[in-house]
């Protein structure tokens, strides 16, 4: 009887140097910990953490390229992400952290070289943001910014926002859903506006004006049983919203291990509002809800 993979990946990146530094030191390279050598080979990935639900565990895996050298180069970042899923071992689903969901065919070339169910967080990025969004709004409309995205088209259908507004100040509440963020001035929303952000790095260019509240779009409450090594620990510290707290898309490969799926919950362009909708059912049946 083979016995079913209780693991699966999960892949990381630096969105800034210091934070790539940061990976070089814990995985023991002192050239990028150093910031004498980019990181950009296979071999710079490395084990950045460990942690554990209900009897699955999770590996969490850094590809030290910045988002700029991951657009830049997809062919090297590929390469670089098949090294990750490789580190990890033996693993029954990988899921993608940040920009390495939008390249190299949005996890299907990854899947395809690999041969594992590979997930973009993007079913859980987008069920995470309407839930809030839902909530704040409390029937008033809503604006998307990025609606041209995997995320942002979801979340019109979802809400039934508006897309992409020209008039930023007509709407009390925003969801910042571009791929790679840093799209608005701050002065183009007006004081009361409640942005709900999901884009790394944030949607806004700057710091949020007088009045303006920024809601963390993805941001979960860690439920009873979680477990984490001290670098899973710090791992949400440095990268996640907290040591209580977990982003959504860290969730779409654990719940893929713990509902036995064989398919990906979400990978390339497509993503239906019914598939958004059955994340989130999975998600409340293993104890996970938006805070």
């Not at 070289?113 to 839902?134: D, E, L, M, Q």
Request: glycine letters at 14%.
């Amino acid at each position: 009887m083979v016995v079913p993979v209780r693991r699966f990946a999960f892949l990381v990146h630096p969105l800034v140097p210091v934070a790539r530094r940061l990976q070089g030191l814990r995985c023991g390279s002192a050239p990028i910990a150093l910031g004498l050598r980019a990181g950009t080979e296979p071999d710079d990935c490395g084990v950045l953490a460990r942690l554990s639900y209900r009897g699955v565990e999770g590996v969490i895996v850094g590809v030290p390229m910045l988002p700029e050298e991951l657009l830049a180069d997809q062919e090297r970042a590929l390469r670089c992400m098949l090294r990750a899923v490789q580190i990890a071992g033996p693993v029954a689903h990988v899921g993608l952290g940040s920009v390495l969901s939008v390249v190299a065919g949005r996890g299907a070339a990854l899947q395809a070289a690999c041969g594992i169910p590979v997930t973009t967080g993007n079913a859980a990025t987008a069920w995470a943001a309407w839930r809030i969004a839902a909530r704040v709004a409390a029937g008033r409309r809503v604006g998307v910014i990025g609606a041209k995205g995997t995320v942002g088209r979801a979340l019109v259908e979802l809400l039934g926002g508006v897309a992409d507004p020209q008039d930023l100040g007509a709407f009390e509440v925003l969801v910042g859903a571009h791929t790679t963020g840093g799209t608005v001035e701050p002065g183009r929303l007006r004081p009361g506006t409640h942005l709900v952000d999901v884009a790394l790095p944030p949607t806004l260019s700057g710091p949020p004006p007088r009045g303006v509240s920024v809601l963390p779009g993805e941001r979960l409450a860690l439920p009873a049983g979680w477990s984490r090594d001290v670098w899973g620990w710090l791992f949400h510290v440095v990268a996640g919203y907290g040591p209580r707290h977990v982003y959504a898309c860290l969730l779409e490969p654990l719940l893929a291990v713990l509902e036995a799926r064989t398919e990906p919950w979400q990978h390339g362009r497509a993503l239906s509002a019914a598939t958004v909708r059955a994340f989130g059912e999975a998600a409340a049946r293993h104890g996970f809800a938006v805070d």
